[in-house]
């Protein structure tokens, strides 16, 4: 186990971020948004701008910055700002705003008259259900709709009347916003011909890509730049509005622009997480057998309808056995801020309905939950015969219960005082997934050693997994491997994203790592060289031959005058998913407390046991995890956009968006049973940023209804959820 | 923000001689001039004028420039004030709010903070968007059709549980007014918040003596446990000998437009033993009049439940 590298960096300030750059002549730049939902924008008056002390520049979509929309493989089409003067959701980019000081900037920028042609906007999921679409393709290419009957089955409402027990429902989950700490910004910079761009992104390689295609400039005149990341959580995985602007301005006005959004214009300028509603129903035998499961499913999305919140798919079509399914996708077009990847986009709304919908099976069955999840534990994905690669849940599940007392666990729960206590189980995935990636490994002439891909480390601790895979496939300690990541000029590391990284890049080394030691091997063995002629091979840092000599590395490389020698690796998924299924696993537990008089419902322990494969780090695996079950409080009892009729957003701070705070979360327990998936990559790890958020609010809401006997079936969970009266 | 004269006085003379706005903890005012709803051109820093001070000698004095978090922590001060202070804002903002400020603290209405938006209260006659949209956290109590914003300050509703008086000096001189008539509630001109006139100060708070406020909480109800404003609350003090309640103290928060005191809620507890059924019986009376909106109306049963729960927990041993 090893403490984060850059942990002292960040906690004594030194870590340098994105907007903590300030080259010399930097102008601000203020983005100015819409105050109208729905619409055109007619005009801009920018004359009082213009005379107001400072400023350089003001650009609006009457008088713009060119940009041409990019698009990538991960991430689609990333709209652009000012190209256009439609108005699809309030708070909308429609201007910018450079002068001398960020004061002068947004001082200005209050000055804009905007005239629009308001057009009704329609923001509310529930209005908009009846003028549903269905879903584009998900992810891997599966239609809106997938059916999975039995034969002789004819359909899954016959499959559903035909079983002994059924329980329908539907449920809601709220927006929410990733709100990570570090606001979306940028500074960029152009030096003969050449833009540096210092941003916080999922990926330097692709914010570089991006903002070339955008610019229209070569790939190899942009440079991203992003050492550290305060927080992204899939809300950085595109290119954000002021890394456009900055860039765009900063090259006609010559001048380095930084841009940052405030914490209110985050809310809306950015991308959160979809609305959605859903249907589920659940069929069974009495001895707890699913023998039908139908998820329909309602993703918000914005005009653009770019992103879907996918909930069945993500959930229903994998995780248990079931001999008839249908599971569907249907999205809702509203005048409401771009929606986006949020930490387990699809699995943590959609666990909320699936595990809430299996506890209300278990209940009408009158069996124990957990029993109920074994017994229809899947070998497979319903309708596919590619079984699990590693998959240990019901051990999850086991030891959980013993480590959390579940089986003190009785219905109807317990009093205590004026609270009546509660707990509450659920299953969590996540798809073990990867992206490709390549790493360079380098071996110095002073005996240590560096890691580096592009990519980023968005706080995960993916610097430290780079240092100690590297350590580990070079047979040296830690402390010699200099980790090295964000950073465009690298080698491609791809993204930040879908619980990847660890997998991708740790793949990449162990290709970069035997490259290079055989370049070692080879230059030892070489004429002139130490080990001329002799038979020489690779162990702990050192160069072996077969009579018994040895020389350090660097030793080698000084004899042979080299000061470093260097081999890039390349991973990506193949053939594995063929033969495989794969995802990570874990079982949730949660205990709440529910005041008899006034309802407040407080989580007072917390238990996560996972099954991800090898744990690379243990510590900030933990605190990975720990952070999405956190999260997971937060989406329960805490979070959620409120969205008005007009398209305002009547809660876009932290004064009142809320977010737990300390007294909300109890030690939080998080367990891990340790199974390498080589069968997935040469790492054995299959990522742990995102499966901690799932199922949370699901074992929350159950042990609600176990302290309560109230089934909520929304989320955030409210005390007026609660009242009886 | 817009720019300010920043000057201040070393006197209380000098402070009400120059016309401006005073500045002590800053917690709300500079908030509200980040967020442009207010403007002043003239900012008065008070913190060095002589207003401390926490003297139990008879009662409870507190200079208006006590910090909440020293208030909280004095050995004299009530359970119900110090509560009520803990469970406020944060450890950092009572380290640096006044309990003046505390007292003139603005509403948290989300469109009272949005200049972008009407508001009659910052805005007179500009309308009040809260009538029909997300009011989950205003009034049901002492609202109009002007304004329905809830009063913010946990202080102020224990303060007028136990009669607490404010002491204000103005040029004219000084005069004492019932902390319970110094808010106003909105009717007609929700402008107006307080009897504050143009120029005057708070110095002091005063608590008159009442030895039985040992047996006094504060019970805060709201979305986290912690940085939140109340969706309700209680202040609740009970006077209780040989098993039978002689006087009692009510008032709750989070609910009205004023703090606001129960004196119907007190009178039912008055001569009834300390049971659950005359706590039922009581807390029923304290919804009288309340007018719901379309997101608060579980405002009314949560004040019920939630005045019965600070009435259990200072009877705890009594009933045990």
């Known amino acids: ?725 | 923000m817009r720019p300010f004269e920043l000057t201040a006085p070393e006197t209380v003379d000098a402070a009400l001689a120059s016309p401006g706005t005073f500045l002590a903890g800053g917690t709300t005012l500079v908030d509200l001039m980040k967020l442009d709803v207010l403007t002043p051109e003239r900012v008065l820093d008070i913190n060095t004028l002589p207003l401390q001070g926490i003297d139990t000698t008879d009662g409870l004095r507190i200079g208006a420039l006590e910090r909440m978090s020293d208030v909280a922590a004095h050995p004299g001060t009530y359970p119900v004030i110090s509560r009520a202070l803990l469970l406020s804002a944060s450890q950092q903002l009572r380290n640096m709010a006044s309990i003046g400020g505390n007292l003139m603290q603005r509403t948290r209405c989300g469109y009272f903070r949005d200049v972008s938006v009407p508001c009659n209260r910052r805005e007179p006659g500009s309308g009040c968007p809260a009538l029909t949209g997300a009011n989950r956290m205003h009034a049901v109590l002492g609202t109009s059709e002007s304004c329905v914003a809830t009063h913010a300050s946990d202080l102020a509703v224990a303060l007028v549980a136990l009669d607490a008086r404010v002491r204000l000096v103005g040029s004219d001189g000084e005069r004492t007014v019932a902390l319970a008539d110094f808010y106003r509630m909105p009717a007609d001109t929700p402008e107006v918040e307080t009897d504050l006139r143009q120029g005057e100060l708070i110095s002091e708070v005063l608590v008159p003596r009442l030895d039985w406020a040992s047996r006094s909480t504060y019970v805060k109800v709201r979305d986290r446990q912690s940085y939140e404003f109340a969706l309700c609350s209680a202040a609740v003090a009970l006077d209780v000998q040989d098993s039978r309640i002689v006087d009692a103290r009510v008032a709750a928060g989070g609910v009205a437009t004023v703090p606001w005191r129960l004196p119907s809620v007190e009178q039912a507890l008055r001569g009834a033993p300390p049971t659950q059924e005359t706590f039922e019986a009581a807390a029923a009376l304290a919804t009288e009049g309340a007018r719901p909106l379309s997101g608060n109306g579980f405002k009314a049963p949560l004040l019920r439940r939630t005045i019965i729960r600070a009435l259990r927990e200072v009877t705890e041993e009594d009933r045990a």
């Open chain 1, 1 to 725: 186990m090893t403490a984060r590298l850059d942990s002292p960096l960040k906690v004594t300030g030194r870590a340098r971020y994105g907007s903590d750059h300030n080259p010399p002549g930097m102008v601000f730049g203020y983005v100015v948004l819409s105050t109208v939902a729905h619409g055109e924008v007619t005009a801009m008056d920018v004359t009082a701008v213009r005379d107001a002390p400072g400023v350089l520049a003001v650009y609006t979509p009457f008088e713009s910055l060119e940009l041409h929309t990019p698009h990538n493989p991960i991430m689609g089409a990333t709209w652009v700002p000012l190209q256009d003067t439609d108005v699809a959701y309030r708070g909308q980019p429609i201007g910018f705003v450079v002068a001398e000081t960020f004061e002068q900037a947004r001082d200005a920028a209050s000055l804009v008259e905007v005239s629009y042609r308001e057009r009704t906007p329609l923001t509310s999921l529930e209005d908009g259900l009846a003028a549903a679409e269905d879903a584009p393709p998900s992810m891997d290419g599966s239609p809106h709709t997938v059916t999975v009957l039995a034969s002789g089955v004819e359909s899954i409402e016959d499959a559903l009347a035909a079983s002994p027990v059924v329980v329908e429902a539907t449920y809601t989950t709220a927006p929410q916003n990733h709100a990570a700490m570090e606001p979306h910004s940028a500074v960029a910079v152009w030096e003969s011909g050449t833009l540096t761009v210092y941003s916080g992104n999922q990926g330097s390689d692709l914010q570089a890509a991006s903002l070339a295609q955008a610019l229209a400039e070569p790939l190899s005149a942009v440079h991203a730049v992003n050492p550290f990341v305060g927080g992204a959580f899939g809300g950085k995985g595109a290119t954000s509005v002021p890394a456009f602007l900055a860039a765009a301005a900063a090259r006609d006005l010559g001048r380095p622009v930084k841009a940052a959004l405030t914490r209110e214009q985050v809310f809306t300028a950015t991308g959160t997480r979809a609305a959605t509603v859903q249907r589920l129903a659940l069929g069974a035998e009495k001895d707890g057998t699913l023998v039908a499961l139908r998820h329909d499913s309602w993703s918000s999305t914005p005009m653009s309808r770019a992103f879907i919140e996918q909930t069945s798919h993500s959930t229903s079509r994998e995780w248990y056995t079931t001999p008839n399914m249908v599971i569907s996708q249907k999205m809702v077009p509203l005048n409401i801020p771009p929606t986006t990847f949020m930490r387990a986009p699809g699995e943590a709304p959609g666990s909320f309905a699936l595990e809430s919908a299996i506890d209300e099976l278990a209940v009408e069955l009158g069996m124990d939950p957990i029993e109920l999840r074994r017994r229809n534990s899947s070998l497979a994905p319903p309708g596919k015969d590619l079984q699990w690669s590693s998959k240990h849940l019901d051990e999850c599940f086991g030891i959980g219960a013993e480590r959390f007392g579940w089986s003190q666990r009785s219905e109807g729960g317990r009093v205590d005082g004026d609270w009546l206590v509660g707990l509450g189980t659920a299953t969590a995935m996540f798809p073990a997934l990867r992206f490709p990636a390549s790493v360079r490994v380098t071996l110095n002439a002073d005996d240590t050693a560096e890691v580096a891909t592009s990519g980023a480390d968005p706080g995960t601790g993916l610097l430290s997994v780079l240092s100690l895979i590297g350590a580990d496939s070079l047979d040296i300690a830690p402390e010699r491997v200099t980790p090295r990541l964000g950073d465009s000029a690298l080698p491609s590391g791809g993204m930040s994203g879908g619980s990847t990284a660890t997998a991708s890049a740790g793949s990449a080394i162990m290709v970069a790592a035997p490259e290079v030691i055989d370049e070692l091997l080879t230059l030892a063995a070489a004429p002139g060289a130490p080990f001329e002629g002799a038979e020489v091979s690779y162990a702990d840092g050192r160069v072996l031959a077969t009579d018994g000599r040895s020389l350090t590395f660097g030793e080698v490389l000084r004899a042979v005058d080299r000061s470093s020698i260097a081999a890039v690796g390349s991973s990506a998924p193949g053939e594995e998913m063929s033969k495989h299924s794969f995802s990570s696993f874990g079982a949730q537990f949660c205990e709440v407390r529910v005041h008899r008089w006034t309802r407040e419902v407080r989580v007072s322990r917390m238990l996560g046991v996972f099954d991800a494969g090898r744990i690379i780090n243990e510590q900030p695996a933990r605190s990975q995890l720990m952070g999405g079950m956190i999260w997971g409080v937060s989406a329960a009892l805490h979070e959620g956009m409120e969205i008005e009729a007009d398209g305002r957003l009547a809660n876009g701070d932290f004064a009142s968006y809320l977010i737990p705070v300390n007294a909300d979360i109890p030690d939080v327990d998080v367990q891990f049973v340790q199974y390498p998936d080589t069968l997935h990559n040469p790492v054995g790890a299959r990522g742990v940023g995102e499966i901690g958020i799932v199922g949370v609010a699901a074992a929350i809401a159950n042990a609600v209804f176990n302290a309560t006997g109230t089934r909520v079936r929304n989320i955030p969970i409210a005390i007026e959820d609660l009242l009886d009266e």
